[in-house]
């Protein structure tokens, strides 16, 4: 088995090549891949160490899987040329994900509609991968009809840059400016760019990317995402209207029996979901779960998750053990 991760420089292939080690992933031979001007880098992992080699190099020696996290235009341009000779691309850009020739994978949703001829599978984003697994039980069941979400995303989610944005800001240090404005002390609700329609980026993303994951484009979404200055994760509030009724103890229940959530609702003890908790954990965690009084058949209910694992790294390593496991690739 010969595995690349293709972006594994960058914060997310970091994740990447944590969560292979901390979930035993199997391999012979890893390749490390990144753009050129990275090319012939040393890296050490495991003790090991790797020289960081170019595309076409990673290509030529055609990995049974390659995990991408090196941006959009990377993967448009590279993914089939993996695909052609035979590698499975598992992408965590946005390039693939509306595809409607390539699968859009939530492994604890839809990783069953996965097959051999799957040759790029594309991971959802982040803010879209912690809902959606909660969502995903109560659909089921009470049957969604339309969903509110508010995110308060952190600047891990940018990048490296803005994680020493942040850092330089509260060190009253100037430096390069990943966002328009300050972020330590402030809130920006504005993540990715502007749509024509006055919603971003990131928003149409949570609306488009719920729908194909769910299988069910009637679900109505509409979000707002906000960047904050935090480091562990994304939180989201998710308005969740349903077509049939609820008990919460039904919620619970069904929350509780689904693979990768962890419920926190204790409001006696102040225990529920929080970035700090989730930080470098794979689990999603639900709470402040509770009936909106202002509305029949509708939940409110908080969820947070480390965006760099489950939101990205974890979710893709699953999407690769799958495929070993049913022996896909």
């Known amino acids: 088995m010969k595995v690349a991760v293709v972006g ?5 292939g970091q994740q990447m090549l944590k969560v292979i080690d901390e979930r ?16 012939g880098k040393k ?7 790797y020289e960081v080699i170019g595309m076409q190099d990673a290509v030529d020696r055609k990995p049974e899987i390659a ?12 993914a089939p040329k993996f695909a052609a000779v035979g590698t499975t691309v598992i992408d965590n850009s946005s390039a693939w994900r509306m595809s409607p020739e390539h699968k859009l994978i939530v492994p604890e949703i839809n990783a069953n509609s996965l097959t051999v001829n799957d040759k790029i599978i594309a991971n959802p984003n982040c803010s879209t991968i912690q809902m959606v697994l909660a969502l995903a039980p109560l659909h089921k069941v009470y049957g969604i009809k339309r ?26 240090i100037d430096g390069p400016m990943a966002y328009p404005h300050r972020i330590d002390m402030n809130a920006l609700p504005h993540i990715d760019v502007f749509l024509d329609n006055g919603y971003t980026k990131e928003e149409m993303k949570m609306v ?30 998710v308005n969740v209207e ?4 609820y008990t919460i103890e039904e919620v619970i229940k069904l929350l509780t029996e689904m693979p990768g959530i962890i419920i926190e609702d204790d409001v006696a003890n102040n225990i529920y979901p929080m970035p700090l908790n989730a930080h470098n954990k794979d689990e999603v965690f639900v709470g402040r779960l509770r009936r909106d009084e202002s509305q029949a058949n509708t939940l409110n209910m908080w969820i947070v998750a480390d ?23």
């Open 147 to 172: 969903v509110v979400v508010s995110t308060y995303q952190s600047v891990t989610g940018t990048g490296k840059a803005a994680v020493d944005q942040l850092n330089n800001e509260r060190a009253g």
């Open 208 to 237: 488009n990317e719920t729908q194909k994951i769910l299988n069910d484009y009637d679900i109505k979404v509409t979000a707002t995402t906000v960047r904050l200055p935090v480091m562990g994760g994304h939180s989201e509030s």
């Open 24 to 39: 035993n992933f199997h391999f012979d031979e890893l390749l490390l891949v990144a753009s050129s001007r990275s090319v």
């Open 67 to 78: 995990i991408f996290s090196a941006g959009g235009g990377t993967s448009l341009e590279w």
């Open 307 to 329: 965006n760099l694992r489950k939101g990205a790294a974890t979710n893709a390593i699953q999407i690769g053990e799958y495929l070993v496991a049913g022996k896909l690739v």
């Open 8 to 12: 594994a420089t960058g914060l997310v």
């Open 43 to 49: 890296m050490t992992y495991k003790g090991k160490e």
């Open 242 to 245: 349903f077509h049939k009724d």
